[in-house]
């Protein structure tokens, strides 16, 4: 149980285009969704927290024009990264709370990793 | 001072030995705290909650001292595939669901 899937799992894009990312929890319905970044040896940063039928939440620093997030039901978030440059280069991770769970456990999807030539 | 701190090593350790890693975090106001692991370009996966009481499961134990705002994790007999990075993780105060993660302790489990 507890799966978040996210795709694609990878992609390469040119210099200004954009890029959309897909979270989806298959096995459960979630209260929240977070999206979070990592840079080659460092930990996860969250970016922002995305609630079902809500605007998203952003973490200071992080621009929302550029990381647009729509979160369309209970089981589907995505991320589309707009007018991508070479330092958003980087592993985009989201995860998922069960709203069934009284937990703060998270469940992470595999991750995209994206590359901005 | 990071909001959560660990030893990020690398610690290489004999398969079969026993590892500690500790964490410590700022907030005092924290209400749940876990381990997960990462593997190498992977995502961050569960390995336990962790309990004032303390919690096990089969080789892997858990603690929590909230008076000096410290985890640890204990691996006994541990196995080749114990080699990732273990990520200390706390939330912040009651009703923040934001996750705060430790920069991680690499471990490589030698054959």
């Known amino acids: 149980g507890a799966v978040v899937s996210q795709h694609p799992s990878w992609v390469i894009c040119k210099s200004g285009t954009s890029v959309k990312i897909e979270c989806r929890s298959l096995?459960?319905?979630?209260?929240?969704m977070f999206w979070y970044r990592q840079f080659p040896k460092q930990s996860l940063m969250l970016m922002a927290t995305?609630?079902?039928?809500?605007?998203?939440?952003?973490e200071q620093g992080v621009e929302k024009d550029k990381f647009l997030i729509n979160h369309a039901s209970l089981t589907l978030s995505t991320l589309t990264v707009t007018s991508a440059h070479p330092e958003d280069s980087s592993f985009y991770i989201c995860?998922?709370?069960?709203?069934?769970?009284?937990?703060?456990?998270?469940?992470f999807g595999p991750g995209t990793r994206l590359t901005v030539t | 001072r990071k909001e959560v701190e660990q030893d990020p090593g690398p610690f290489n350790v004999p398969e079969g030995a026993t590892v500690a890693f500790n964490c410590t975090y700022s907030?005092?106001?924290?209400?749940?705290f876990f381990w997960y692991r990462q593997d190498c370009r992977k995502e961050p996966k569960l390995l336990m909650s962790?309990?004032?009481s303390g919690n096990e499961d089969g080789r892997f134990t858990a603690q929590l001292n909230r008076a000096s705002q410290y985890i640890s994790l204990l691996i006994r007999d541990s196995k080749l595939s114990d080699s990732a990075t273990y990520l200390c993780?706390?939330?912040?105060?009651?009703?923040?669901?934001?996750?705060?993660f430790g920069t991680g302790t690499r471990l490589t489990i030698i054959p």
């Open positions: 907030n005092s106001a924290s209400q749940s």
């Open positions: 995860s998922a709370r069960d709203r069934d769970r009284d937990s703060y456990e998270q469940y």
């Open positions: 962790v309990y004032s």
């Open positions: 995305s609630n079902e039928g809500s605007k998203a939440t952003y």
């Open positions: 993780v706390v939330t912040g105060g009651i009703g923040n669901e934001k996750l705060t």
């Open positions: 096995d459960f319905q979630a209260t929240t």
